[in-house]
């Protein structure tokens, strides 16, 4: 049985009540939290940082805090995320100058590391990281906005990628992001990924407790 984990993005929580969203996320049986930290550089938006990260550890937060970097350049905000109390870091190898220092600091300071992938961004990055790894974040939409549609290419690239990581012999989770919500999470799940990012489709609905209720019985099936 795979061990599959809900991660809401907060990028589609109301802002100024964060606190008592993730904690309403979390009651409703989310897992982790997925947290998007976008510069207006190397994506066309702006959102937060690690003050904000920081605040909901302060607030009492104890699940994991899943970083998903787009900005550029990648270095400088690792350590401080690292310091802000985040479990996972996953950046875009395009926007890293030195993949392998980047990885490496990550879990140099205690955390878990990932990459991620942009649609069209090739797997070949993977090539020399895998024992790095403890996470691979494939983008089924171009980051930068939530409630997007789902790029139906991503099933395949997840197909790739699953062999890859299971070939390895490595323990990295496989996770989606972008377009992700109960009509579709089976035929992700099927195609490889264990992790599943969902902002609209959680966040837009009265009843966080029901929708990932709905995707968990989508996963059983
Ligand atoms: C997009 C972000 C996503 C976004 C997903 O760049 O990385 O995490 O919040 O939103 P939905 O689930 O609405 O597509
Ligand atoms: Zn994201």
Redesign the pocket.
């Known amino acids: 049985m795979t061990d599959y984990k809900i991660a809401p ?4 929580a109301d802002f100024a009540r964060l606190g008592e969203e993730v904690d309403a996320v979390l009651a409703a049986g989310a897992d982790i939290v ?1 947290f ?1 930290v ?1 510069d207006n550089h190397y ?1 066309p ?1 702006l959102t937060i940082g690690p003050m904000v990260c920081k605040a909901l550890r302060n607030y009492g937060i104890k699940a994991p805090i899943d970083v ?1 970097l ?1 900005v550029k350049p990648v270095d400088r905000m690792i350590g401080d995320f690292i310091d802000a109390g985040a479990t996972f870091i996953t950046f875009h190898p395009e926007a890293s100058e030195h993949i392998d220092r980047s990885l490496q600091m990550i879990r140099d300071g205690g955390c878990k590391a990932g990459l991620v992938f942009n649609p069209a961004t090739p797997l070949h990055y993977l090539d020399y990281v895998m024992d790095k790894l403890d996470m691979i974040l494939l ?10 549609k ?1 790029i139906p290419a991503t099933l395949d690239k997840l197909k790739q990628v699953r062999q890859r990581i299971d070939e390895s012999g490595y323990a990295v989770r496989l996770e989606v ?5 109960i009509g579709n999470i089976r035929e992700i799940a099927q195609a490889g990924a264990d992790t599943f ?8 609905t009265d009843d966080y407790r029901a929708t990932i209720d709905k995707m968990r019985a989508e996963l059983a099936k």
């Open positions: 993005s907060i990028l589609s997925h998007d976008m994506v938006n998903h787009m983008m089924s939409v171009n980051p930068g906005f939530g409630g997007q789902f992001d972008g377009g992700v919500g990012v969902a902002g609209s489709a959680i966040f837009n």
